[in-house]
């Protein structure tokens, strides 16, 4: 018998009307009562429609191991469903309480030193430790089995972050777990042994017990078994989730499960390509990081949020209305922002807007984060900021349940790759992979032309170009893929230190970049780094840093369309693109930088013919992004700059943003635009 069908989005309270949903993480054991009642009230005046309640509640519900006090969130319950709030209720095994760790102390985290990490902050427990998963699944147990049938459940939100501060343990617990799963990995210890290249340095292992997390250790520890640790951490959570999730699955068959990714800037611990498929529907947290590609990144990783829930809807499950409290320097966001920020999100596929938090801490680690109700209280721009976008969210509602539409373009994105290119002991310790691919993605939205973000793996048939930065870790099979795609009229770019090493990270012989040399039409024989204070130019006065190479053009049909103008390498090709089957096949030997690769990529984009749907004014200065439903279309235009522009000559009703007198679309610095199509 095949199990019912999971539903893939929010059970909807009777309640609460269709459409988006807008609301925040609410922490009410953090305030009295009388203020839960003026709680509400503001929900209410800011159009939320939806909390993520309980993520931190373990203590206040089991105060000691035999009580349980449940009688508080029962009220907040009753109280936020009475007002047409729907609760996406956390099963609150993110932070340990005290009673349990001080009896317990071997549900801790040990670090690569050999050190414990000791309670105080938050997700102190090892992901692998038998005695926690025993606790927490006994929490979610009368969790799931309480408020199963309560009207306000919308959703279960699994623990908080998984892996946000414990991804990497290295424990007793996480020894035993590791050598578990390299017995599924490799089945006998001669394919271990195979794998990590243990030949090497005397690592021969004669027995799994030998088999260690790669500790501190006197100098680099064994790179597969790095490798290796990292693809176990990431699967010891997911099977955490897995865990929690399969109890409330058993309660609720008809709630969605849940959990908060974290795709944004450095977060690099978890594979959540890989961990979609655990939960019913995606949910993200995308806190922004102040720079010059600040709003670029935004993009790029809501982009890539939404092809992982496979270009369904997915929930934006945390972001800030204004500063955070864990940068360096906290910024605060400007007029335009908090709105402009979220609508960037659901034009990438959210349904859902959410922010840390409802009401700012008075106390505790996080008072100086912003939140919707800040410490001035409701009479303030970021309340009155919130209450805006509440109402400009209620107009989107015909949005809501559209899916991603696919662009021309797609930039190729691969967990592994990026843990193997960024190890140690390599050419140089600068190679930073996400930022490559960030440069390439700025690049397209410099030249105004639409692409996906997708993983490694991803179907690329149905576009015209396809990036893939820096893609270090390819296996046999992922070269024949990108080969096809090329012979089948794909137009490829790839770029420096890209098809090097296989699955295993052993480096393919016989010249780089193995496993894509016969494709490229290149031959490499050494990797020639730059020193931070040397760059070299590369004709058509692009400056190059960080990576050279001897390029050697041995393929046919390969067009070299740049060289290094000056350096070691002077005249030997920087860029080259061969021709393959119906497509082709380009290399970018150095790194460019966003500007660089901005120049590279307007004729790569245009010899595959992609170019940009939006009026040439407003190229590079606005995003555009379709949602789509059948043959209904919404385009999201959203002012990428600190300046105001005009989009002129695209049809349609504007459900945000108002035409001028000639029909052109203002937008303001930082602005949004939605149309639906006609
Ligand atoms: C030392 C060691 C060698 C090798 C080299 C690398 O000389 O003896 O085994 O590690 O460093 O530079
Ligand atoms: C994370 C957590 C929240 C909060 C925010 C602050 O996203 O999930 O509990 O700590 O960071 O930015």
Known sequence: MTPPARPQWLRRPDNVAPGLAYGADYNPEQWPREVWRDDVRLMREAGVNIVSLAIFSWAKLQPAEDTWRFGWLDEVMGLLYDNGIAVDLATATASPPPWLT?????ILPVNARGETVWPGGRQHWRPTSPIFREHALALVDKMAARY?????????????????????DYSDDAARAFRDWLRDRYATLDALNHAWGTAFWSQEYSDWAQILPPRLAATHPNPTQQLDFKRFSSDALRQHLRAERDILHRHTPDVPVTTNFMIMGGTKGMDYAAWAA??????NDHYVEPG?????ELSFSANLTGNIAGGRP???????????NWQPVNVAKKPGELARDSLTHVAHGADAVCFFQWRQSAAGAEKYHSAMVPHAGEDSDVFRAAGALGATLRDLAPVAGTTREQAPAAIVFH?????????DSHPTDRLRYRQEALDWYTALLNLGIRADVVPLGTALDGYSLVVAPMLHMVSAPAAKELQAYAESGGHLVTTYFSGIVDEHDHVWLGGHPGALRDLLGVRVEEFAPLLDTESVTV?????????????????????????????EHAGHPAVTRRAVGAGSAAYVSTRLGAQGVTAILAGLAEAAGVTSELPAEARGAVELTVRHRGRERFAFLVNRTDQPTTVTGLPGEALVGTRGPDGELPLAPRGAAVLRLA
């Not at 010059?292 to 670029?296: E, L, N, S, T, Y």
């Open 102 to 106: 001080a009896k317990h102390p071997e």
């Open 314 to 324: 997915w929930f934006l499950m945390e972001h800030s209305t204004s500063a955070v």
């Open 148 to 168: 199963a049938d309560h009207p306000a459940l919308t959703a279960w939100h699994v623990s908080n972050e998984l892996g946000c501060h414990n991804v990497y």
């Open 415 to 423: 967990w592994d790759s990026w843990w193997a290119a960024e190890a």
């Open 292 to 296: 010059p590609q600040a709003f670029d």
């Open 539 to 567: 004709d058509g006065d692009l400056a190059a840093t960080l990576w050279t190479e001897r390029v050697q053009v041995t393929g046919s049909d390969v067009a070299v369309l740049s060289r290094y103008a000056g350096g």
């Open 278 to 283: 655990d939960i019913d529907f995606v949910s």
